[in-house]
């Protein structure tokens, strides 16, 4: 019996908070900004999660936001021969009854799908791919209300906030470059793949499609990079960004640093050249 994966990406639903937090605690759990800001993961793991949990509440019906998820199941090939057991008397068998072969059909048995992968777009100001429908705004406010009244009665153990506030406000100075560099320009803020799933190519497949939309929008994309990751943004032909390669802080004890990439699609680039 042969098997193998099949993955699809889709847009993350509410019913896929559970998993995403899974998938968040243990894939960014070799990333330095993770070591750097989740100091207490390692005895808090269920504040780990739950925190990942409320944040991606909030992403998912952001409509300014494209929050994808990939997920796989196992698809399984069977094509074994099942015969009757009783013995064959010419067109009948001992029992009088006609003898019947039965052969099972080759289709496909498939596990439960499983999300492994997700990858967190902040879509350009103008894209129209963010739908502001009164009934998405609503939606947005209230689950945005929710989680603000989590975070009165309720504080992750696992994060330090003064680092997280550094963390911050790198984040901050890399879009403060993007804006002043690029016209128009979308943001990868998260992507990542569980560990017993990645260098299976579901990263790649997850960045491809974002880029499609960036390029369909005509804009480029900035992402803070950590040292693993660029290689995969360098591969999907980010670069880093000319006179900022880098951001960093520290606390004294502990430094973290990241690699500022663009992605800019080559009519993006034509246009830029002529004008």
């Known amino acids: 019996m042969g098997a193998y994966l099949e993955a699809r990406i889709r847009k993350a639903k509410s019913y896929d908070?559970?998993?995403?937090?899974?998938?968040?605690?243990?894939?960014?759990?070799?990333?330095?900004?993770?070591?750097f800001v989740r100091t207490g993961a390692d005895k808090f793991p269920q504040d780990t999660r739950r925190s990942y949990?409320?944040?991606?509440?909030k992403l998912i019906a952001d409509p300014s936001i494209l929050f994808i998820v990939l997920e796989v199941h196992q698809q399984s090939l069977v094509g074994e021969k099942h015969v009757t057991q009783c013995t064959q008397s010419g067109n009948k068998n001992q029992c009088g009854k006609r003898q019947s072969i039965r052969f099972a059909n080759k289709t496909p048995g498939y596990s439960a799908p499983r999300v492994v992968g997700f990858a967190v777009w902040k879509l350009c100001s103008d894209s129209a791919k963010i739908k502001r429908t009164f009934i998405k705004t609503l939606k947005y406010l209230c689950v945005t209300a929710r989680v603000e009244l989590t975070s009165l009665f309720w504080k992750p153990r696992d994060i330090n906030p003064l680092r997280a506030a550094k963390v911050?406000?790198?984040?901050?100075?890399?879009?403060?470059?993007?804006?002043?560099?690029?016209?128009?320009?979308?943001e990868?803020?998260?992507m990542v793949v569980h560990p017993e799933f990645q260098r299976q190519g579901f990263g790649t497949k997850l960045g491809k499609f974002g880029l499609k939309i960036a390029?369909?929008?005509?804009?480029?994309?900035?992402?803070?990079?950590?040292?693993?990751?660029e290689k995969l943004y360098s591969n999907l032909d980010f670069q880093r960004l000319e006179g900022c390669g880098?951001?960093?802080?520290?606390?004294?004890?502990e430094r973290c640093a990241l690699a500022v990439q663009i992605w800019r699609p080559v009519h993006y680039e034509r246009e830029k050249e002529s004008g």
């Open 246 to 253: 880098e951001v960093a802080t520290d606390d004294g004890a």
């Open 53 to 57: 949990r409320e944040e991606f509440r």
């Open 17 to 35: 908070i559970p998993a995403l937090g899974e998938v968040a605690a243990e894939g960014f759990r070799t990333s330095p900004v993770y070591k």
């Open 215 to 229: 390029e369909g929008d005509n804009c480029s994309v900035g992402v803070l990079a950590t040292p693993e990751g």
């Open 188 to 190: 990868l803020e998260q």
């Open 168 to 186: 911050d406000k790198i984040w901050q100075v890399a879009q403060r470059v993007f804006h002043q560099r690029e016209r128009r320009y979308m």
